[in-house]
């Protein structure tokens, strides 16, 4: 016969071995220790869109990147061999801006180095009604796998007819324009936003070197934006450059928008220029909540998630 045991809840020895305990009824059979229980799910709230957690300051290598890519940009700039060699590649960036606006309002487009004035040149050949269909067929997409997300699919009705306003109004042409310097701020934006998250960094030194482009494409484009507002002399070049008769792009849009006075564009540029680093950082800064917030807005993220 089996000795009793001791209750192991509440320690009471019986004279003989039972199923139970005679003083607080718990069936030996089935007690488990409070440490092997299972833990009851906890519902989780929801979060505040910016939650102070998960706000992000810049860490001190970041910092030191930042720095780093300061002088870099300075040293470049005064350097004339490493200045024209970095502008091809601001020119690259800023006419695919253009080609890559042009294609999503569906007309074809080629972005290429211009080596009759120099700079580049985007050759945009119409409006194509085959791609238009393409990319509204694309865009009906989430209509169907994504039709029961009523955030995403306002959002996404928004954007197409935000898209059909531009595309089939007066609108095309400065907006396309308007992506070439626009394309290069982006740019710079994501060139610090890298540094000081260190996203998509693969060695330690692509830090600083980000750090450098950004830094370079904002100083010069201020340089660019404060001499089209001032210098009388760099104005008349401007809109007599590429053979004359107001080619550039801001030439194109002050004609038609602003009875060719370029100070206006001028000013807004700048401005952009001096916004470009605090779009970078605050796209740092606020990634975790920002992106967060979004998903839920848009329903792609589970509340239990």
């Not at 305990?21 to 030996?28: D, E």
């Not at 009705?157 to 531009?166: G, N, P, T, Y």
């Given at each position: 016969m089996t000795s009793p045991k001791p209750c192991p809840k509440c320690g009471f020895c019986p004279q003989q071995a039972t199923a139970e305990?005679?003083?607080?009824?718990?069936?030996?059979a089935k007690y488990r220790p409070r440490s092997a229980r299972t833990a009851a799910p906890v519902t989780p709230t929801r979060q505040p869109f910016f939650e102070a957690d998960h706000w992000e300051i810049p860490e001190p290598e970041a910092l030191k990147a930042l720095a780093i890519g300061a002088a870099l940009a300075a040293i470049i700039l005064l350097f004339s061999p490493l200045h024209f060699a970095m502008g091809y590649l601001v020119t690259l960036v800023h006419e695919m801006g253009h080609a890559a606006a042009w294609w999503?309002?569906?007309?074809?487009?080629?972005?290429?180095?211009?080596?009759?004035?120099?700079?580049?040149?985007?050759?945009?050949?119409?409006?194509?009604?085959?791609?238009?269909?393409?990319?509204?067929?694309?865009g009906s997409y989430p209509f169907f796998v994504r039709r029961h997300h009523r955030g995403l699919l306002a959002c996404w009705?928004?954007?197409?007819?935000?898209?059909?306003?531009?595309t089939f109004s007066s609108l095309s042409e400065p907006v396309a324009l308007m992506?070439?310097?626009?394309?290069?701020?982006l740019f710079a934006a994501l060139c610090f936003y890298r540094t000081l998250s260190n996203r998509g960094i693969i060695i330690a030194a692509e830090r600083p070197l980000y750090a450098a482009i950004g830094f370079f494409i904002v100083i010069e484009d201020l340089i660019f934006a404060t001499r089209l507002m001032a210098d009388q002399g760099f104005i008349s070049a401007y809109e007599g450059a590429k053979g004359g008769g107001h080619w550039m792009d801001f030439s194109r849009i002050a004609d038609t928008w602003f009875d060719g006075d370029l100070s206006w564009m001028?000013?807004?540029?700048?401005?952009?220029?001096?916004?470009?680093?605090?779009?970078?950082?605050?796209?740092?800064?606020?990634?975790?909540p920002a992106i967060t917030g979004i998903l839920r807005f848009l329903e792609l993220k589970n509340e239990k998630s």
């Open positions: 305990c005679s003083r607080c009824g718990i069936v030996f999503l309002m569906g007309s074809p487009a080629i972005p290429s180095f211009d080596f009759t004035y120099g700079g580049g040149v985007t050759h945009q050949y119409g409006r194509n009604l085959l791609l238009l269909m393409a990319l509204y067929a694309a009705l928004c954007l197409l007819a935000l898209h059909l306003l531009v992506m070439g310097h626009g394309t290069e701020l001028a000013g807004l540029f700048f401005m952009s220029c001096l916004a470009t680093p605090v779009i970078g950082y605050l796209a740092f800064h606020f990634r975790v």
